[in-house]
């Protein structure tokens, strides 16, 4: 088979078939967690480096992908990376304790981290930019189906069968990804740049240290005292590699990307609010099961809602801010959010749960609505130069705020599980999602720092197409 045929045939099928993996793996084991943590003899409040050690090892090993696949070639580094996510996956489903659990999903982050940016990259290579918005549309409708699908299956596995099953259905998944890729993925390969190996290695492992410090914070495995200091450590290490990026030709992120305005207010935007947004999968499934005693089927449906919600206002987003401008949607739609997710705390055991049903709906439109603004107004104002290194940046802000989010809030439920005297369980999801949407309102001043103006470039040129 030809290059050019193989470049058309089925990529974008190779593709789509990557990001629903990943979008099904994100959301399918939020509503698994109370009945792996039965299983695996251990609390359903302290899982979450279950969920964090995946999306933390995404996001260190995403900036390496584009290099592995100038080195390999994109078939081969494609067919690697699916085959560690199945082989993940399949860790995963026979773990019998967390800590093997916990390792198992470190494999499959590292497959998680290449496969899509590698499929994404051969789409680049493969189509003329004139072909490659209808198939980068097609590419994206099994990652916005996934987060719909997820809990809901998630739910149905838990239930009717076990929680290995949320793991053991990727496997045929990624078979069917190896066989198309092995006859229909071409190997393009590109002229190797140097790698900067002490960066990658000075970044990584501060997000490992911060992460780790909050994480086992929150679990309790070891001392507070060593938990601080470990977090310590990361941004000891965080300083460690600005100090290294200053003086190094070609460092992973070069720091002077961050003199772009609306990019430094994206991604600082996109790191403080997040942590509320981050929060509300991992928050929602567990005060339903653990704090109200339902089922994992019914924790799944009641997330079904938000998905729908992002799902259906990405049709009006445009133009939303063409009639606000990214300022006023971005400080308004935080301030909603941050409102929402606080009103979580009103929830009640005796109540209906169909109450719950618009809010979440309501919560998935606005918070669709702000990610879009927020990727969008952080890469607008990138050149040529900049665009490769501020497009992997805000991949890996993205992935870290997911694991923040679910730290953070797991670190805030923990403090009050201990030192809320004679609070009950609910009280304390209650009080969680207080703070976490006082934090999320918070956030909102982040965005005043953008000028009514900005953005403009960017809604003139979406109206113009």
Same mark, same amino acid.
């Given at each position: 088979?030809?290059?050019?045929?193989?470049?058309?045939?089925?990529?974008?099928? $190779?593709?789509?078939?990557?990001?629903?993996?990943?979008?099904?793996?994100?959301?399918?084991?939020?509503?698994?967690?109370?009945?792996?943590?039965?299983?695996?003899?251990?609390?359903?409040?302290?899982?979450?480096?279950? /969920?964090?050690?995946?999306? @933390?090892?995404?996001?260190?090993?995403?900036?390496?992908?584009?290099?592995?696949?100038?080195?390999?070639?994109?078939?081969?580094?494609?067919?690697?990376?699916?085959?560690?996510?199945?082989?993940?996956?399949?860790?995963?489903? @026979?773990?019998?304790?967390?800590?093997?659990? !916990?390792?198992?999903?470190?494999?499959?982050?590292?497959?998680?981290?290449?496969?899509?940016? !590698?499929? =994404?990259?051969?789409?680049?290579?493969?189509?003329?930019?004139?072909?490659?918005?209808?198939?980068?549309?097609?590419?994206?409708?099994?990652?916005?189906?996934?987060?719909?699908?997820?809990?809901?299956?998630?739910?149905?596995? *838990?239930?009717?069968?076990?929680?290995?099953?949320?793991?053991?259905?990727?496997?045929?998944?990624?078979?069917?990804? $190896?066989?198309?890729?092995?006859?229909?993925?071409?190997?393009?390969?590109?002229?190797? =740049?140097?790698?900067?190996?002490?960066?990658?290695?000075?970044?990584?492992?501060?997000?490992?240290?911060?992460?780790?410090?909050?994480? @086992?914070? %929150?679990?309790?495995?070891?001392?507070?005292?060593?938990?601080?200091?470990?977090?310590? !450590?990361?941004?000891?290490?965080?300083?460690?590699?600005?100090?290294?990026?200053?003086?190094?030709?070609?460092?992973?992120?070069?720091?002077?990307?961050?003199?772009?305005?609306?990019?430094?207010?994206?991604?600082?935007?996109?790191?403080?609010?997040?942590?509320?947004?981050?929060?509300?999968?991992?928050?929602?499934?567990?005060?339903?099961? *653990?704090?109200?005693?339902?089922?994992?089927?019914?924790?799944?449906?009641?997330?079904?809602?938000?998905?729908?919600?992002?799902?259906?206002?990405?049709?009006? !987003?445009?133009?939303?801010?063409?009639?606000?401008?990214?300022?006023?949607?971005?400080?308004? *739609?935080? /301030?909603?959010?941050?409102?929402?997710?606080?009103?979580?705390?009103?929830?009640?055991?005796?109540?209906?749960?169909? /109450?719950?049903?618009?809010?979440?709906?309501?919560?998935?439109?606005?918070?669709? #609505?702000?990610?879009?603004?927020?990727?969008?107004?952080?890469?607008?104002?990138?050149?040529?130069?900049?665009?490769?290194?501020?497009?992997?940046?805000?991949?890996?802000?993205?992935?870290?705020?997911?694991?923040?989010?679910?730290?953070?809030?797991?670190?805030?439920?923990?403090?009050?599980?201990?030192?809320?005297?004679?609070?009950?369980?609910?009280? %304390?999801?209650?009080?969680?999602?207080?703070?976490?949407?006082? $934090? #999320?309102?918070?956030?909102?001043?982040?965005?005043?720092?953008?000028?009514?103006?900005?953005?403009?470039?960017?809604?003139?040129?979406?109206?113009?197409?």
């Amino acid at each position: 088979m030809t290059q050019s045929a193989r470049s058309v045939a089925g990529l974008p099928w $190779i593709a789509a078939t990557a990001f629903f993996m990943q979008a099904l793996d994100a959301t399918i084991l939020n509503t698994a967690i109370p009945a792996i943590a039965k299983s695996l003899d251990h609390s359903p409040l302290a899982m979450q480096s279950a /969920i964090i050690s995946y999306t @933390l090892t995404v996001a260190m090993l995403i900036p390496i992908s584009g290099w592995l696949a100038d080195r390999f070639g994109t078939r081969k580094v494609f067919i690697t990376s699916v085959s560690l996510f199945a082989l993940g996956s399949l860790l995963c489903a @026979l773990s019998n304790s967390l800590i093997m659990l !916990v390792s198992a999903r470190v494999i499959q982050g590292v497959g998680g981290a290449m496969m899509m940016p !590698v499929a =994404r990259l051969a789409l680049l290579r493969a189509y003329p930019r004139s072909e490659l918005l209808p198939v980068l549309n097609f590419v994206s409708i099994p990652g916005l189906v996934g987060p719909v699908v997820g809990p809901l299956l998630g739910g149905w596995l *838990v239930t009717y069968a076990t929680w290995h099953w949320i793991f053991l259905i990727n496997i045929p998944i990624g078979l069917i990804g $190896i066989f198309y890729a092995y006859h229909y993925m071409p190997n393009f390969t590109a002229p190797i =740049r140097k790698f900067d190996i002490i960066g990658f290695l000075l970044f990584g492992l501060s997000l490992v240290m911060l992460l780790s410090g909050l994480t @086992l914070f %929150s679990e309790h495995i070891i001392s507070t005292e060593f938990s601080i200091l470990i977090f310590i !450590v990361g941004i000891v290490l965080m300083l460690l590699y600005v100090g290294h990026a200053r003086k190094y030709v070609h460092p992973l992120f070069h720091l002077s990307i961050f003199k772009i305005r609306t990019f430094s207010i994206g991604i600082l935007g996109s790191i403080v609010s997040r942590l509320g947004t981050g929060c509300v999968p991992f928050l929602m499934p567990l005060m339903l099961q *653990v704090g109200f005693g339902y089922s994992a089927l019914i924790a799944g449906c009641m997330m079904a809602p938000t998905a729908l919600g992002s799902l259906l206002v990405k049709s009006v !987003v445009t133009q939303i801010l063409g009639k606000l401008g990214y300022r006023k949607t971005l400080i308004g *739609v935080t /301030i909603l959010i941050g409102i929402m997710i606080a009103q979580f705390s009103l929830q009640q055991a005796n109540e209906a749960l169909w /109450i719950l049903l618009v809010p979440l709906f309501l919560l998935g439109m606005v918070m669709s #609505t702000q990610f879009t603004a927020m990727n969008t107004i952080t890469l607008g104002d990138l050149t040529d130069k900049t665009a490769s290194s501020g497009n992997s940046l805000m991949a890996v802000t993205q992935q870290l705020s997911i694991s923040f989010g679910v730290a953070v809030s797991a670190t805030v439920l923990h403090a009050y599980e201990t030192f809320s005297s004679g609070g009950t369980m609910i009280n %304390s999801f209650h009080y969680t999602f207080i703070t976490m949407g006082i $934090i #999320t309102l918070l956030s909102s001043l982040v965005f005043v720092m953008l000028k009514p103006e900005d953005g403009d470039n960017l809604i003139a040129k979406k109206h113009a197409k």
